[in-house]
């Protein structure tokens, strides 16, 4: 069965700072990839999304990531976080061992200090 | 219009007790969801309809049984709560099966006492 491993459970930063979430999967196929975000008291949003084509996605808010299939990562980045940007971060992935649905990480409780 | 819909929102109630969550989508989407999401904020998914008939049902205690009256409902049902079930349930749906990404309704968080 596949997992998702996403490095940092707790990140704490200023505004204005740059931003970079680590998330690895175990899967060795092709698989789909995900970033959600979900702030507090709300649902999953999705940031940005990995399904074929250039290795550097771009989503909503400025975010962006890099799919390294050598490295089996999917890491988020941000040059410039904002307050706003306070919120649970997931990385996700499809594929592999027949199963649908999504396979999330643990996720990273992201705080951004004004 | 909201694209999934659950109800309801919140739900507390008393050990041993059933309960039904509801779930809407109105995207058109073939494929819809149960994930749980515990205390920790760990999502696992429950189960997968595609077209009314179940893909997926991991384990999950029997307690829990969804239902499909259409592509466009999944409703979900609990028997004999117990403490353990407290958490929130997201419902989501997808194009279709092994393909997209699933957009999430708002989450139904059960409080078990």
């Known amino acids: 069965a596949q997992s998702v491993s996403q490095h940092n459970h707790h990140v704490i930063l200023s505004e204005a700072a740059s931003l970079e979430l680590g998330c690895n999967y175990s899967?060795?196929?092709?698989?789909?990839l995900f970033w959600y975000v979900q702030y507090p008291g709300q649902h999953l949003q999705l940031l940005l999304k990995?399904?074929?084509?250039?290795?550097l996605v771009k989503g909503i808010k400025g975010f962006e990531a890099e799919f390294i299939k050598s490295k089996f990562s999917f890491n988020l980045r941000k040059p410039s976080v904002q307050w706003s940007d306070t919120a649970e971060y997931f990385c996700?992935?499809?594929?592999?061992?027949?199963?649908?649905?999504?396979?999330f990480g643990k996720g990273t409780h992201l705080i951004i200090q004004p | 219009d909201t694209a999934v819909s659950q109800t309801p929102k919140y739900l507390v109630t008393q050990m041993g007790n059933d309960k039904s969550i509801k779930c809407e989508q109105n995207?058109?989407?073939?494929?819809m969801y149960w994930y749980k999401q515990d205390s920790k904020k760990f999502l696992k998914i429950m189960f997968s309809?595609?077209?009314?008939?179940?893909?997926i049902n991991e384990t999950v205690p029997n307690r829990f049984s969804p239902k499909s009256p259409d592509k466009a409902h999944l409703n979900l049902h609990i028997n004999s709560l117990e403490l353990g079930d407290s958490a929130v349930y997201f419902c989501?749906?997808?194009?279709?099966?092994?393909?997209?990404?699933?957009?999430f309704g708002e989450g139904s968080r059960l409080t078990v006492l």
């Open positions: 989501a749906s997808s194009p279709g099966t092994y393909t997209g990404e699933l957009f």
């Open positions: 899967y060795g196929g092709t698989v789909n």
């Open positions: 990995y399904f074929s084509g250039d290795p």
């Open positions: 996700a992935v499809r594929g592999g061992g027949g199963a649908d649905g999504l396979t």
């Open positions: 995207l058109g989407h073939d494929t």
């Open positions: 309809y595609n077209n009314k008939e179940l893909i």
